[in-house]
């Protein structure tokens, strides 16, 4: 007898080993997206850091703090990682032997600075990441000749309204093709152990040198006077061929860091360093910018010899003829034992991983897309994933203040959100750009939950129940803004974007998520009635008032 012909639906055809992944997370077996790109590229300059008595956010955390001050809120950094609650921190510090101060963090221009408002000024991409983050990849094109901080705050002053924009290029920084390539990649083996893959290449015509710092650290959690634990890193066991830094975190335990070629390992605190910003002689000796004096300039002492610390860094040195390549490998993980730490083993996982997010978005892809339009979707979806963010914000403590910290301003108490007192964020969300807007911005993020389902329907829809839970929307309905003003009134389209991804689901796995239709309806509903209570005031319609953000008009 002949065998019947299989036939498999579509949401069989797509069990490969990302969508496995995705699964066991969704169901909780697996934790695989604990750790993903939730460190923001610009923590300075938000209104979260802003203790000014009028809101004058881009001033009260400059730039040129960052580096020297502890942030309350939440980390920022270079290609950088984190877990979920963002109590661990990964990224890259780069040197050229040029600049005045390690380079950390991306730069860009303030919304007073700028001549079309805040804007980045430096050329880094999201290359590519799986849903789970089982396989992440970003570019960075680092300058070898003096970084010009000031002359693009400058020439971006000077510019009027009218005028383009002055940007990185525009300064002769990149002639003759003198910069670094810095490609960072990241590989999952379990949901606990991440390999880190970071490759450096001299595009220039002449030999360079270079400062890696791969650096670990903490969130400054213990500052404020509200939990004096204090989480420590030291130098871990001795190990052939590796040096080791050792973790502990009361929350994840113990962790390590393994670094490929036996660095030397630098330690410091993740504070406040008050002698450069307040004129403080008492304050810490280690401080958060130790590391920018102790490669920079040399001062043996500014971090700690008994390295032990609350950040910590692997120091590697790199001199690059014209177009030559280094490779260095690490791996953050729970494994306090190295095994099959090696070039084989980690390339290896590197090549098995890339090839699974082939195979997952090649299932995406629709059939009639050439190759190029395939990249151009791929690339999308990169750039989306790779915008997730650990976002925190206690309002009523940011109003009141920190018991460890001065008194705010009285000001504040009637100035900006203060009739949000309810609201308390701390989730990995979504951003518009994780520089020049980060911050969430519901209306924004119903959008990006559509093209998010059609590669993780459990995270969009958890991302639009969360704008509806009783800690962010408020008692009245009102579904939070973005936090310059979350009083503002954004188009309704949060309804319509749960429509979209209920039927995106179904579309996907052949049946949908009633449940979740259930659930969000209800919340939906208190925010209908918002709607036509406060913004329907002659009975009309339901549109009126309003401000949209790309162009700051009320369009209603």
Known sequence: ???????????????????????????????????????????????????????????????????????????????????????ICFAIALWNGRDPILKERVFGVTG????????????????????????????????????????????????????GEYELIDTG?????????????????TPEELLIRIHITNRGPERAELTLLPTLWFRNTWSWGLDARRPRMREGPAAKDLSIVELGHEYYGKRFLWCEGKPPLL???????SRRLYGDQDGSKYV????????????????????????????????????????????????????????KYIDGLFAQRLQEADEF???LAPAHLSEDAKLVQRQAFA?????????????????????????????????????WTHLYNADVISMPDKWEYPWYAAWDLAFHCIPLALVDSTFAKEQLVLMLREWYMHPNGQIPA?????????????????????????RLRGKGDRVFLARIFQKLLLNFTWWINRKDADGRNIFQGGFLGFDNIGLF
């Open 1 to 87: 007898m002949a065998k019947p012909v299989q036939t498999f639906s579509r949401s069989q055809a797509l069990q490969g080993a990302e969508r496995q992944r995705l699964e066991e997370d969704a169901l909780r077996k697996q934790h695989w997206k604990r750790w993903g790109p939730y460190l923001s590229e610009r923590a300075w300059g938000t209104v979260r850091e802003d203790y000014s008595p009028y809101g004058t956010a881009w001033e009260s955390f400059p730039h040129d703090h960052a580096r020297s001050r502890a942030y309350r809120w939440n980390e920022d950094g270079l290609a950088g990682i984190s877990d979920r609650h963002q109590y």
């Open 112 to 163: 007073n600075e700028g001549n079309h408002g805040e804007d980045v000024k430096e050329y880094y991409f999201y290359l590519d990441s799986t849903p789970t983050h089982s396989y992440m990849k970003y570019l960075y094109k680092y300058p070898q000749a003096e970084f010009p901080y000031a002359k693009l705050a400058e020439e971006n002053r000077r510019r009027g309204r009218r005028d």
């Open 173 to 189: 920084v990149f002639d003759e093709d003198r910069y670094f390539d810095v490609v960072v990649e990241y590989a999952k083996t």
């Open 267 to 273: 330690f410091t605190e993740n504070e406040t360093n």
């Open 288 to 343: 958060k910018d130790s590391f920018h004096e102790y490669i920079i300039y040399r001062k043996a002492d500014a971090v700690n010899p008994e390295k032990i610390g609350s950040k910590a860094a692997a120091q590697y040195e790199l001199t690059l003829a014209p177009g030559e390549s280094e490779i260095v490998r690490l791996c953050l993980t729970n494994e306090s034992a190295p095994r099959r730490f090696n070039k």
């Open 361 to 363: 978005y090649e299932d």
């Open 383 to 419: 750039g989306l994933l790779w915008s997730k963010q650990f976002y925190h914000y206690d309002l009523k403590r940011w109003l009141v203040g920190d018991p460890g910290m001065p008194d705010p301003p009285q000001e504040r108490l009637h100035g900006r959100n203060s009739d």
């Open 482 to 506: 973005y936090e310059w003003a979350f009083g503002d009134v954004n188009p309704p389209v949060h309804a319509w974007a749960a429509w979209r991804v209920y039927k995106i689901e179904k």
